[in-house]
Nanobody, 136 residues
C-alpha cells in the first residue's frame, strides 16, 4: 500500500520559513515525479513544485520561484519543500503527490504541466495535506 504523509505545516509570520516533509512508503522515487500542490479556501488547486528523479531537475510555479526549494532524499524516501519569505497568500493546505514516470520525457512533461497548468490528473497518489498559515 502506498502512503504519502506530509508534516511540517503550521502557523508562521510573514517573512518566516517552514519546511514541509512528505514521507513516502510503498513506492520507489525512481519511477515517480514528486510534487507539491496547494489549495487555499475558495481557490483552485495550484501546482507549486515538482522534482524529477530522472535527473534531479526541479520545477517551480511563478509564485514559488526564488522562495521555495524542493528536494528529495531517496534513502529516506522523503521529499521536502523549504519555504522562505512566506507571504499571507501562501496560506493553504499543502499536498504531496506522486505521479508515475518512467523516462525523461515523461518526467519533463509531468513536472512542466504541474507548475505551468497545475495539472494534477496524472498523479496517482496524494497525501492528506498539511495546513500552512501565514499571518501578517
Amino acid at each position: 500500500e502506498v502512503q504519502l504523509v506530509e508534516s511540517g505545516g503550521g502557523l508562521v509570520q510573514a517573512g518566516g520559513s517552514l519546511r514541509l516533509s512528505c514521507a513516502a512508503s510503498g513506492l520507489t522515487f525512481d519511477h515517480y515525479a514528486m510534487s507539491w500542490f496547494r489549495q487555499a479556501p475558495g481557490k483552485e488547486r495550484e501546482g507549486v513544485s515538482c522534482i524529477s528523479s530522472s535527473d534531479g531537475s526541479t520545477y517551480y510555479s511563478d509564485s514559488a520561484k526564488g522562495r521555495f526549494t524542493i528536494s528529495s532524499d531517496s534513502a529516506k524516501n522523503t521529499v521536502y519543500l523549504q519555504m522562505n519569505s512566506l507571504k499571507r497568500e501562501d496560506t493553504a493546505v499543502y499536498y504531496c503527490a506522486a505521479g508515475p514516470a518512467y523516462d525523461t520525457v515523461t518526467f519533463v512533461r509531468l513536472c512542466s504541466s504541474t507548475v505551468d497548468r497545475s495539472a494534477g490528473y496524472e498523479y496517482e497518489y496524494w497525501g492528506q495535506g498539511t495546513q500552512v498559515t501565514v499571518s501578517s
